[in-house]
Nanobody, 116 residues
Framework: QVQLVESGGGLVQAGGSLRLSCTYS????????MGWYRRSPGKQREMVAT???????RYSDSVKGRFTISMDVPKNTVDLQMDILKPEDTAVYYC??????????WGQGTQVTVSS
């Protein structure tokens, strides 16, 4: 069972930056896809960014150009650098792992609050 632990959330003013980090247990496989998702109050959870073991990234339109996902395989971490934050980025952010043959794995979530 893969375990994911997020860190780095907090309160920031609009226009500021935060960096989220997700540490995963075990060793990443070549077909794994890791990502960050978020859930805002009253909304469904949505994809923010994903990255493959090979480094291919994908972003939602709402964060493209402002957020950057990266992976450090030796450190077992996947980070989300969030710049030019907006109040609408306020949400609980979750780390996710998609692995063939397993149910999706989720972290416990970390709160990000952006004040106007």
């Amino acid at each position: 069972q893969v375990q994911l632990v997020e860190s780095g959330g907090g309160l920031v003013q609009a226009g500021g930056s935060l960096r989220l980090s997700c540490t995963y247990s075990g060793r990443m496989r070549s077909s794994d896809v890791m990502g960050w998702y978020r859930r805002s109050p009253g909304k469904q959870r949505e994809m923010v960014a994903t990255i493959t073991r090979g480094g291919v990234t994908r972003y939602s339109d709402s964060v493209k150009g402002r957020f950057t996902i990266s992976m450090d395989v030796p450190k077992n971490t996947v980070d989300l650098q969030m710049d030019i934050l907006k109040p609408e980025d306020t949400a609980v952010y979750y780390c996710n792992l998609l692995r063939a043959g397993l149910l999706p794995a989720w972290g416990q979530g970390t709160q990000v609050t952006v004040s106007s």
